[in-house]
């Protein structure tokens, strides 16, 4: 299967008074925590080791990141929620941000929510994958740092994942396993991506 991203570049950081104004193509957003490994991801992804720039400083993140991918798709990094040292009114700005982008973007075709595999599944994640499925929005689940665990861990990661949602859903969203730092996962959600950009 032909992999879609051949060439990929920065676009533009976008907030509501400075919205995004590129031209209509489909968009894969990536949401998470702060430090789950958005940015990682999608240097992975790309192929590009500092297309975006992880930070080992938490909730760096302000603004929405859009990436242009073989000029016909974008990559959507959003701000990481969670960050227990932002204070109540930066907790809002940055919800409002979110819940404005996924639920006034016309392009949006999925949203991957990333999960740090060492963590089980933290309060604020159970809460936006949840909220995300209430407002009929496409998401997958991505548990990342894959490298840190064992094969044995993973499965339990991943069990434990399955056993905090599926009170909530049935099916259960679409879970890939990812490292940046071992390329694992990357054929397999590029793969999903493509199959979703064919049935535009």
């Avoid at 932002?86 to 075709?109: A, F, M, T």
Wanted: proline content about 8%; glycine content about 6%; overall charge positive.
């Amino acid at each position: 299967m032909k992999e879609p991203v051949v060439q990929a570049a920065f676009v533009c950081s976008a907030t509501p008074d400075n919205p995004f104004s590129g031209p209509a193509r489909p968009e894969f957003a990536f949401a998470g925590r702060s430090n789950a490994g958005k940015s990682s991801l999608i240097n992975l992804l790309t192929g590009r080791k500092r297309l975006a720039h992880p930070s080992a400083t938490p909730g760096k993140t302000q603004t929405i990141n859009y990436y242009l991918a073989d000029n016909r798709w974008y990559l959507v990094d959003l701000p990481g929620y969670g960050y227990a040292r932002r204070s109540k009114e930066q907790k809002k700005i940055l919800s409002d941000l979110i819940s404005h982008y996924v639920l006034n973007s016309h392009n949006l075709h999925c949203i991957f929510v990333l999960l740090d595999c060492r963590l089980p599944p933290q309060p604020a994640d159970i809460t936006f994958i949840n909220w995300l499925g209430e407002n009929n929005i496409p998401l997958a689940l991505v548990l990342t740092k894959a490298d840190k665990l064992s094969v044995n861990g993973l499965k339990e990661s991943r069990a434990r994942v399955e056993k905090v949602l599926s009170p909530f859903w049935d099916p259960l969203p679409p879970l890939f396993i990812t490292s940046s730092q071992r390329k694992t996962g990357r054929k397999e959600l590029l793969g999903f991506i493509n199959q979703a950009l064919a049935n535009c």
